[in-house]
């Protein structure tokens, strides 16, 4: 059973980094499209991230120049890279297929980014 398991987020200051950490199943990522997804308090889910089968990879505009998205194919993991982190980045990050839910229904149970002084 295909599963996503978030891990990495924290308490950061503004200005500050962290890196996230995604692992799934080690076909997901020679099959489908993955993307960063987050969802702040009472917003909607939005897609942060993506990067494609081939590697190539493309960002939301609030978040260009500042996060980074890879993969480690070999550990069927892949990262989110946070970079000059602003309090508006504060939210649930989560890892999925791009579109979500191509794989599985079920999300992971996401990892917590708070950026606050």
């Known amino acids: 059973q295909v599963q996503f398991v978030e891990s990495g987020g924290g308490l950061v200051q503004p200005g500050g980094s962290l890196t996230l950490s995604c692992a799934t199943h080690?076909?997901?990522?020679?099959?489908?499209?993955v993307g960063w997804y987050r969802q702040a308090p009472g917003k909607q889910r939005e897609r942060v991230a993506r990067m494609n089968i081939g590697g190539s990879s493309d960002y939301t505009d609030s978040v260009k120049g500042r996060f980074t998205i890879s993969r480690d194919n070999a550990k069927s993991v892949m990262y989110l890279h946070l970079a000059s982190l602003k309090p508006e980045d504060t939210a649930v990050y989560y890892c999925?297929?791009?579109?979500?839910?191509?794989?599985?229904?079920?999300w992971g149970q996401g990892t917590q980014v708070t950026v606050s002084s």
């Open positions: 080690g076909s997901i990522f020679r099959l489908y499209s």
């Open positions: 999925n297929t791009d579109p979500p839910e191509a794989v599985t229904p079920r």
